[in-house]
C-alpha cells in the first residue's frame, strides 16, 4: 500500500480540485443536449400529431388564440375546445394547435355543443325584444363564446357573452349567468345600433373592440375605416355578416 504523505495528500487534492469544473461543464453540457434533442423530437412529433383534416399551426412568439383564430377566420373559444386548451391564456412558442381545414368546421354556429343549444332560443327571444336580427344575434353570440356560459378569454372576457367585468356592472348584468348576460347583450347591442345610425357593422365593432376603437378608425380611415380596426374585429365582423 501506497503511503500518503503530506505532499502527496494535497498534491490529490489539487487535481481532485482542478478536474472539477470540467466535470461540471460535462454534466451541464450533457443535459442541454438532451433538452434540445427532446425538444426537436416533440417538434417533430407535433407536426404530425394533428388528425385528418387538420392542419398543424407552430405557435409563435406574440401569437393568442384570438389572433391565431382571426388569421383563420375562426374564433378563440372553438380552437381552445378543438384543441383541449383548459386556459387559453397558456399557450407557448413552439407548440402546435390542429386547425381544422374544413369551412363548415370553422363556422362558429357549427361549433356549438349540444348542452348549450338550449340558450340559442334564449338568444333569438332577446334579439326579438329589442328589435335585432335573430340570426345575427345568434352568430354574434356563438363567435363571443360559442354560447359556453363558463367562456373565460385570455383579454379577461367572462361567460357566454363575454362582457369585461365593468361592462357587466354597469349594465346590472351577472356575465356568469347565461339569461341575464344575453338579455344584457341584446340591449347593449341595440343601443349600439342606434347610436351608429343602424349601422350593423359599427355596432358590432363598438361591441368587441369597444366605441373608442370605433371613433379611432372612423377618424383615420373615414368611409374605409373597417380597415382601421384590429384584425379580431374585423373578422368578427367578417364571420357574424356572412361578408
Known sequence: ?????????WQRVKTHVATRPICVLLFVGALLLGNILSLSMFRAFAQT???RGNMAYTIGR?????????????SWW????????ANANRIFPEETLCIPTNASTLSPVAGIAPSHSGYITLARNDALAVGLAPDLFVRQIAQESGFNPSAFSPAGAQGIAQFEPATAAALGVNPWNPPQALSGAAYLMSHYVKQYNGDYAMALAAYNAGPGAVQR?????GINWR??????????IRVILLQ
Open 1 to 9: 500500500m501506497q503511503k500518503l504523505t503530506p505532499a502527496l495528500f
Open 217 to 221: 378608425a372612423v377618424q383615420v380611415g
Open 62 to 74: 406574440g401569437d393568442t388564440l384570438s389572433k391565431i383564430a382571426a388569421r383563420f377566420h375562426s
Open 49 to 51: 400529431s394533428c388528425a
Open 78 to 85: 372553438f380552437l381552445a375546445s378543438h384543441n383541449h386548451i
Open 227 to 236: 380597415l382601421y380596426l384590429p384584425t379580431e374585429t374585423k373578422n368578427y
